[in-house]
């Protein structure tokens, strides 16, 4: 390289912009609090996959400049084939990480990764300080992500969690996506307009894994909003807000119905109630989750 070549690599640093300012890490530093002040995401529970526009990101940091390769945690490589991703910039919380100390510490608790050309490992851009990785639910993530691009090109975001009433519902209801669904539609008014494609339950199945991961995003083809019976939930959508409130209306939905269970029900929503407001709201509903005739 020249001496220009020095001069002009030196000067494109200089108008980089601070990484710890960048909306997409400051998001994550405040959903993760949220997360964490609510009690869903205790020790390293949880995790967050935010899909990131290259332009943006080059804003920030040297694209050229890979830290190190990581390779994709627990998978069976073979198995597993994200070349619809290629190239594609994450911001991910890292494995063994906790929610609670992503905001103080971003750097350590969070990482910037693109995923390699060869689709087996991802390239580090930014963070995981100390030698951090990708969380272990990673696979599960980018499964999860190719599933819901197929249907909503503007999807962005996975994030997992374990909101405690989600997780005490699972042990006391059924766990049939009709009835499960038909339940927190019935917990809170707005539940049908917020969730219309309702629930998907999977059954408690071993976390970390390519089974769970390609079960997930299976159900990710019809849903956004994936119970693990038993461990949590998964959620998806087009940017943090969205997903953290979709996840956040499952929870508070959830916790009416663990507030109400053991009582004697005396009113709830009808189904004619529930059919109305998703008009009104013009979304497309799981009219086969009604038990209407
Ligand atoms: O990242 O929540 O499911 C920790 C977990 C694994
Ligand atoms: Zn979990």
Redesign the pocket.
């Known amino acids: 390289m020249g001496f220009m070549d020095d001069i002009k690599k030196a000067g494109k640093k200089l108008i980089r912009k601070n990484i710890l300012g960048a909306p997409f890490v400051t998001e994550m530093c405040d959903t993760c609090a949220n997360m964490y002040r609510l009690g869903w995401?205790e020790?390293?529970?949880?995790?967050i996959s935010y899909m990131l526009d290259e332009k943006e990101v080059a804003e920030y940091l040297d694209l050229d400049e890979v830290l190190r390769t990581i390779p994709l945690m627990g998978v069976n490589a073979a198995a597993f084939d994200v070349s619809p991703l290629i190239g594609k910039i994450f911001i991910v919380?890292g494995?063994?990480k906790y929610f609670k100390n992503v905001k103080d510490d971003p750097e350590t608790n969070l990482g910037i990764v693109r995923i390699a050309k060869d689709g087996k490992g991802v390239e580090l851009l930014w963070g995981y300080e100390g030698g951090g990785r990708t969380?272990?639910?990673f696979p599960t993530h980018m499964m999860c992500h190719m599933a819901r691009l197929a249907v909503d090109p503007e999807n962005r975001v996975v994030m997992?969690?374990?909101p405690t009433n989600t997780l005490a519902m699972n042990y006391v209801h059924e766990l049939d996506e009709k009835k499960f669904t038909h339940t927190l539609w019935e917990m809170c008014t707005e539940c049908i307009a917020v969730f219309p494609d309702g629930v998907g339950i999977l059954p408690w199945m071993l976390?970390?894994t390519n089974e769970i991961g390609e079960a997930t995003s299976k159900k990710m083809q019809e849903f956004r909003l994936v119970v693990?019976s038993m461990?949590?939930i998964y959620g998806a959508g087009k940017t943090l807000d969205e997903t953290f409130g979709l996840i956040e209306t499952v929870e508070k939905a959830a916790q009416i119905y663990m507030l109400t269970a053991h009582l004697p029900r005396v009113n709830t929503i009808k189904d004619e109630d529930m059919v109305k407001l998703a008009e009104l709201f013009g979304v497309k509903y799981r009219k086969d989750f009604l038990d209407m005739k």
């Open positions: 995401d020790r390293n529970g949880g995790n919380t494995t063994g969380t272990s639910e997992h969690s374990h976390c970390g693990w461990h949590g």
